[in-house]
């Protein structure tokens, strides 16, 4: 799976972008909460800093493990960023976990939301196990898969402004959304990493700059 200069930079700036927005969430403050969970984030305010704080770590770090570049030049930094990235999604999992319950939509929202969780704890230790196997390609596959879930963090908020720029109704877009902002990613990211019999295997993402030039 290969990834141009501009789609990697279009990942990494919505990646960031979603980072600052929602790092306000870590101040706590009750104005910045959706009014519909205000009161319930209010009570549950432990389970949500461990899921934000994690869900920035991961978001903000997973872009530059696509960095072919930095795995050449730097591979001891590149297994420190991946190694920060997986307690991310770890902490963030747990998180969204603990959330999951009480999450605004009623049961199929939190059903959603505890699948998105699941997945996302799982992606990342299939991972983890596939490189201390020494498996580097399915562990390619596997964190390709792992951050296609950490990235529903901005899927999710992007479809939420559409689905607010459209006026339909909240509590019915929440609960479709819980779904879509991480399925289609993960549906994808599986196609585009699958293992093709007979093929040369692609699965390493490389973000190519130009012709004769470096790999990001």
């Known amino acids: ?27 706590f403050d009750p104005d ?15 389970p949500l800093g461990i899921h934000i704080f994690g869900a ?6 997973g872009p530059w493990q696509f960095s072919a570049r ?3 030049r730097s591979p001891r930094r590149h297994r420190r960023i991946g190694v920060t990235y997986l307690l991310g999604c770890l902490v963030g999992g747990i998180g969204a976990l603990l959330l999951a319950p009480v999450a605004y939509g ?18 990342g230790g299939t991972g983890l196990r596939m490189i201390l196997h020494r498996r580097v390609e399915d562990h ?9 879930l950490t990235f529903a963090a901005v899927t ?3 479809m939420l402004v559409a689905a607010k720029v459209a006026q339909l109704d909240f509590r019915a877009s929440y609960m479709v959304i819980a779904w879509l902002c991480w399925v289609p990613n993960l549906l994808l990211a ?18 190519k700059v130009a012709p004769g030039g470096d790999d990001l």
């Open 1 to 27: 799976m290969r990834i141009t200069r501009a789609g990697w930079a279009v990942m990494a700036v919505l990646s960031t972008l979603i980072v600052l927005v929602s790092a306000r969430y870590l101040s």
């Open 32 to 46: 910045t909460y959706f009014s519909e969970q205000r009161a319930t984030y209010l009570a549950h305010q432990l």
């Open 56 to 61: 920035l770590v991961a978001l903000a770090l």
């Open 70 to 72: 930095l795995r050449r």
């Open 106 to 123: 009623g049961a199929v929202a939190r059903l959603g939301f505890a699948c998105l969780g699941a997945a996302w704890l799982a992606t």
């Open 140 to 148: 390619r596959r596997w964190m390709v898969r792992s951050f296609a």
């Open 156 to 158: 999710l908020r992007l």
């Open 190 to 207: 599986w196609w585009f990493t699958r293992a093709r019999p007979g093929r040369p295997d692609r699965s390493l993402v490389r973000v």
